[in-house]
């Protein structure tokens, strides 16, 4: 030990340090590794779950906004929008979008892309959600093969493809007020709608496109009728005045109904879709159509026939058995007459029994007809309106005429117009008045009014009057002073005649006495 107190070793007696290598990896490396581990297995999933990118192309980008705006497909998010472009020819809206992978499967050359906005129709608001959660872009998935690239519609199709029903056409005389869209009911409940029209082959017709929503196409069979719908129907029958009126959509732009009678004939089975059915311009329209037999004939008038127009009814008896078909005007060139052919149709099958026999046949009865005094006379319809309709009736006391058969038409004889033989008769006694010596007779005519006016003031008639009526106040008194006299001698007169009565009784007994006893002449009671 030192001076100090402390005590000293030796460097031998320090302990040695021995530093040895560690043996395998360092738990500090795991951490790194499991991250590199996760995130290699994260890019996987997501580089094997991640949807097709699709690109969409519409004629404008309004309501559209990148990362924003979402794809769907029966209100349900399938994508979103990345990125918006402008062609290269600036004409087009280009519009990459991402898709879920589930969406893959679906997306053919036939798949359909929309942009949803608000918008306003004859059937009412559609798309009033996108109000609050903005545009989105709506999908209709098709069949077919497969495709990335896609042109959008300018607007909703109008029926999507799983959306059940079947389409079936119409066929029109012409459209009419129908449009896309335009309802179509059964039994006044809206079933279906208008999707289009076109030009049939033979540009004749109209073939109007139309859908029936499930299950009501089931509804429509191969004897269904079909027939338009303008909103408002007026109609005028024995009971008045018939107004009806349908639904605003059907007033605004129309609309179709359909019905199947349920004792119609034909399959029971709902018709095939594309099936093809004539649309009448209305249910009045078809009782018409029913006749489809018509025989023409041709009738002649020679005055006028305004009020006459194609379509006009041909009445027998007040019973339609036809219509006006056409109507001109007749020049005669050399003679420089006018006359005024019209065309009818008369529907066999409206009469009994000319339905059960030939059309030959037919005109040989509708000569005897005529031999029998059969014409054919223009008749108003309506004092209001004055409408003139064709009516055939008998006129026995006319000449006898046969139908000319010589002519394109048969020629059914005619009888000027009542209005026109009234017309006649007028003008007629207007010109016989024309022929008579008014002059004559006015001047004839004032000199006896001024004779008598000279007759009225002449002295000697006054004279006349006031002794007529001296004579009538003496008379008067003559039958006061009579009736005075008669008054007193009433009483007397009475008793006169109460003996009178007596005497006649007591002649009355003596003579039914002697008529029993003639010998009381000679011997006496």
Do not use: C
């Amino acid at each position: 030990m030192n001076p100090e107190g402390r005590q000293h070793h030796s460097l031998d007696e320090i302990p040695e340090i021995m530093v040895e290598g560690r043996r395998g990896i360092s738990i500090v490396w795991l951490i790194p590794l499991v991250a590199v581990l996760i995130g290699g297995w994260l890019t996987y999933k997501t580089i094997t779950e991640m949807g097709p990118t699709i690109t969409i192309t519409f004629q404008d980008g309004a309501g559209l906004e990148a990362g924003k705006t979402k794809i769907k497909y029966k209100s349900v998010e399938i994508g979103e929008v990345e990125t918006i472009q402008i062609s290269q020819d600036l004409s087009r809206v280009i519009v990459t979008a991402h898709l879920g992978k589930h969406t893959e499967p679906h997306l053919t050359e036939n798949t359909q892309f929309w942009v949803v906005r608000p918008r306003i129709g004859v059937g009412g608001i559609e798309g009033l959600e996108t109000i609050v959660s903005g545009s989105y872009i709506a999908a209709d998935p098709r069949p077919g093969p497969p495709a990335r690239a896609f042109t959008g519609l300018d607007q909703a199709p109008e029926v999507t493809f799983r959306e059940a029903g079947s389409h079936f056409h119409l066929r029109a005389q012409k459209l009419g007020s129908l449009h896309e869209d335009a309802p179509l009911y059964f039994r006044d409940i809206e079933v279906g709608k208008v999707l289009g029209h076109q030009l049939a082959e033979d540009g004749q017709s109209v073939l109007i496109n139309v859908f029936i929503r499930a299950p009501h196409h089931l509804r429509v069979r191969d004897t269904s009728r079909f027939w338009k719908m303008s909103g408002i129907e007026v109609s005028v029958g024995a009971e008045g005045l018939d107004v009806k009126m349908g639904s605003l959509a059907s007033l605004l732009s129309g609309g179709v109904a359909f019905d199947t009678p349920v004792t119609a004939g034909g399959s029971s089975d709902p018709s095939q879709p594309g099936t093809v059915f004539d649309l009448f311009e209305s249910f009045a329209g078809i009782a018409e159509a029913s006749y489809v037999r018509k025989i023409p004939y041709l009738l002649h008038f020679d005055g006028s026939v305004r009020g006459l127009s194609v379509g006009a009814p041909v009445e027998f008896r007040g019973i339609k058995v036809g219509s006006v078909t056409d109507i001109a005007v007749e020049l005669n060139t050399k003679t420089l007459e006018v006359r005024v052919p019209v065309v009818i149709e008369i529907e066999p099958d409206r009469v009994v029994p000319l339905e059960a026999i030939g059309d030959r046949k037919k005109y040989e009865v509708i000569g005897k007809m005529v031999e029998r005094g059969l014409r054919a006379q223009l008749q108003t319809g309506s004092l209001l309106t004055g409408q003139l309709f064709v009516e055939l009736e008998f006129h026995p006391k006319l000449p006898r005429q046969q139908l000319v058969t010589t002519g394109k038409y048969p020629a059914i004889p005619t009888v000027p117009a009542t209005m026109d033989e009234l017309r006649r008769t007028v003008t007629d006694v207007l010109a016989e008045v024309r022929r008579l010596p008014l002059d004559k007779i006015a001047y004839e005519l004032l000199e006896t009014v001024k004779g008598t006016k000279r007759l009225a003031n002449s002295p000697e008639l006054l004279q006349s009057v006031r002794t007529l009526t001296k004579t009538l106040d003496n008379l008067q008194k003559l039958t006061g002073d009579l009736d005075k006299k008669m008054t007193s001698l009433a009483p007397k007169t009475e008793q006169a005649l109460e003996e009178l009565a007596a005497a006649s009784r007591s002649i009355r007994v003596l003579a039914d006495y002697l008529e029993r006893h003639p010998e009381a002449l000679v011997r006496g009671k």
